[in-house]
């Protein structure tokens, strides 16, 4: 596709509720990348996955958190029984691979209200 | 770990004024460090990035120049425009340990006419 796509671009959702959150990145890239974006508050990173490397989760705040990359393209970001605090605009990334001079590219986010 | 400073906002300047948005970092190695920008109701974009110590990125009128002496990255630009008013979003990448971005807290700036 053109660029980073994600779905739903809002969510709204019942506090204790599992959702699921959707990245669909640039056709190519090997990097993928999840943040969190709070109100007021910098990008936090979530999860990093590299082609077919062991994620780097080291950024999930909690184990109600995960992620998945199937067939090192689509990825889906899960949260289960959500807080409040959970309430946020979650944020995909591509780039092309990982090298560190590589460029990100992201998606116009999600925005996640739990009630 | 990694991690980068920018300073607080809102910064408020009137049009035409220079413009100055502070960025240090504390990485080890060298790391790539970029400036993204977050215009009102889109995603985040990349504005500019240098790689190695002494380059300097542009792009739009803006620029920076990645001081490894004094660990920063402060973005500039001599005259701003309304159309400049966004988020502005100071990261680094390094070079060892976690490969996605380090960003700041992001420092939003209102242009008036």
């Known amino acids: 596709g053109a660029g980073v796509s994600q779905s739903p671009s809002n969510k709204v959702t019942e506090k204790g509720k599992d959702v699921e959150l959707r990245c669909d990145p640039i056709s190519g890239h090997t990097a993928l990348y999840w943040y969190r974006q709070s109100l007021g508050q910098g990008l936090e990173f979530l999860i990093y996955?590299?082609?077919?490397?062991?994620?780097?989760k080291s950024g999930l705040p909690s184990d109600r958190f995960s992620a998945e990359r199937t067939g090192g393209s689509v990825s889906t970001l899960t949260i289960q029984r959500t807080q409040q605090e959970d309430s946020a605009v979650y944020l995909c990334?591509?780039?092309?691979?990982?090298?560190?001079?590589?460029?990100?590219?992201f998606g116009q986010g999600t925005r996640l209200t739990v009630v | 770990g990694d991690s980068v400073t920018q300073m607080e906002g809102p910064v408020t300047l009137s049009e035409e004024a220079f413009l100055t948005i502070n960025c240090t970092y504390t990485a080890t190695g060298y790391p790539s460090l970029f400036w993204y920008v977050q215009y009102p109701g889109e995603g985040l974009q990349l504005l500019l990035k240098a790689t190695k110590a002494d380059d300097k990125g542009s792009n739009k009128g803006f620029e920076a120049t990645y001081r490894k002496e004094t660990t920063s990255f402060h973005l500039e630009k001599g005259s701003v425009q309304v159309s400049d008013s966004a988020v502005y979003f100071c990261a680094l990448r390094g070079d060892t340990g976690r490969r996605a971005l380090t960003f700041g807290s992001g420092t939003r700036l209102q242009v008036q006419p």
């Open positions: 990334a591509s780039s092309l691979r990982a090298g560190r001079d590589t460029e990100a590219f």
């Open positions: 996955f590299q082609g077919n490397s062991a994620p780097d």
